[in-house]
């Protein structure tokens, strides 16, 4: 039995292109080739026109700029720019009847159409295919998430004329996303479970819930997307402001101390605020900023038993002096060195007990 050639087409927003985006695409075809029965020769991405009725939709020349960056390194999906080209909104339906009609053409070599056609509309054309003397059919199916399949179920979203066209005439390619039931979601539709054997449900065993929306917001408020996106395509979004997205910097802080630290901070508001101190920071700042001189203090005692003489530590001295104390208290005292493995804890009258290794605890806890 010889396996359907396909091209898998996704329609969308894009805005901005996500790994999760891309992903779909390899979990697609991964399925489809094990299942012997098909083999995936393509993958086109078709972002929407500027006029869809999305709010705030970021313009057509922004999203393209993205995907052609997303995908400058993939081997084998490609961007068609069809969409965004004309002069108006066009249905899923249309787009998909628009790329088989002009994939039909190419492969049955109909008045030499590649001469009379926009080379910007043969950019999605699959390498292999214009190269390739093989006219055996290949179909284009639409791959989606289950949320889109869900949409086709809600009524006055989609004309089931629409619906019937797509899931009957091109088929789909359906993604699972966690705690979606792509298979109820068929049941219950009429016009789905007419169609069902031209649907193909793909469970992603890999849950990656990464949303566009979740991603604008996060640009918005100046946090991270790193690992979410193509590196070129985030470097893209800083370097022309969208989606209000702005570039962090390093300052300097001056403390009391006189210690300088580096923080990040963007040019609208300053996060350090939210940062929680470890024991180990609690206990570097304690010596810095007011060590008392009459509160207990530790002693470290040389690993060399025979030699008596404790120094100074000469850093811990050195803070002293930069604080206003002159006096450094008693001059064999040296502040704990955690990578010592016996301490002796000394309090005010000099009475001091030796802790050993087994019961030693972080001097911030003593």
């Known amino acids: 039995m010889s396996r359907t050639r396909v091209i898998l087409m996704s329609c969308g927003s894009y805005d901005p292109p996500t790994n999760m985006h891309l992903r779909m695409f390899e979990i697609a075809r991964d399925h489809l080739h094990r299942m012997g029965t098909h083999i995936v020769v393509?993958?086109?991405?078709?972002?929407?026109?500027?006029?869809?009725?999305?709010?705030?939709?970021?313009?057509?020349?922004?999203?393209?700029a993205m995907l052609r960056l997303a995908l400058e390194n993939?081997?084998?999906?490609?961007?068609?720019?069809?969409e965004c080209r004309q002069n108006s909104w066009s249905k899923t339906k249309i787009s998909l009847q628009?790329?088989?009609?002009?994939?039909?053409?190419?492969?049955?070599?109909?008045?030499?159409?590649?001469?009379?056609?926009?080379?910007?509309?043969?950019?999605?054309?699959?390498?292999?295919?214009?190269?390739?003397?093989?006219?055996?059919?290949?179909?284009?199916?639409?791959?989606?998430?289950?949320?889109?399949?869900?949409?086709?179920?809600?009524?006055g979203v989609w004309a089931d004329e629409d619906v019937e066209t797509i899931v009957g005439q091109h088929g789909l390619v359906v993604i699972t996303r966690e705690g979606s039931s792509p298979n109820k979601l068929i049941y219950d539709s009429d016009i789905l479970s007419k169609n069902m054997h031209n649907i193909i449900v793909v469970t992603e065993w890999i849950p990656n819930e990464i949303s566009s929306t979740r991603i604008r917001r996060a640009l918005r408020r100046n946090e991270s997307v790193k690992y979410l996106l193509q590196d070129s395509v985030i470097d893209y979004i800083y370097q022309h402001g969208i989606y209000g997205a702005k570039r962090t910097s390093s300052i300097k802080l001056n403390l009391s101390s006189n210690i300088e630290m580096n923080v990040l901070h963007s040019e609208s508001e300053f996060l350090s605020a939210f940062l929680t101190p470890?024991?180990?920071?609690?206990?570097?700042?304690?010596?810095?900023?007011?060590?008392?001189?009459?509160?207990?203090?530790?002693?470290?005692?040389?690993?060399?038993?025979?030699?008596?003489?404790?120094q100074v530590n000469e850093k811990f001295m050195s803070i002293f002096s930069e604080n206003g104390n002159d006096s450094v208290p008693n001059s064999n005292i040296i502040y704990p060195d955690l990578s010592q493995q016996v301490v002796v804890v000394a309090n005010e009258s000099e009475d001091s007990q030796i802790i050993d290794e087994g019961t030693a605890k972080p001097a911030c806890l003593l």
């Open 42 to 64: 393509g993958g086109v991405i078709s972002p929407v026109h500027e006029s869809y009725s999305r709010k705030e939709l970021t313009s057509s020349s922004h999203r393209l």
């Open 278 to 310: 470890s024991p180990i920071d609690v206990l570097m700042e304690s010596p810095v900023d007011n060590f008392p001189i009459n509160l207990p203090l530790l002693k470290s005692i040389n690993e060399n038993p025979n030699d008596s003489e404790i």
């Open 74 to 82: 993939n081997d084998w999906i490609r961007l068609s720019s069809w």
């Open 98 to 155: 628009h790329h088989q009609n002009l994939l039909n053409s190419i492969l049955s070599e109909v008045n030499d159409v590649k001469n009379g056609v926009d080379i910007e509309d043969l950019d999605w054309i699959p390498e292999s295919i214009n190269n390739d003397l093989d006219s055996t059919p290949i179909e284009i199916k639409l791959l989606c998430g289950a949320d889109l399949l869900e949409t086709f179920t809600i009524p």
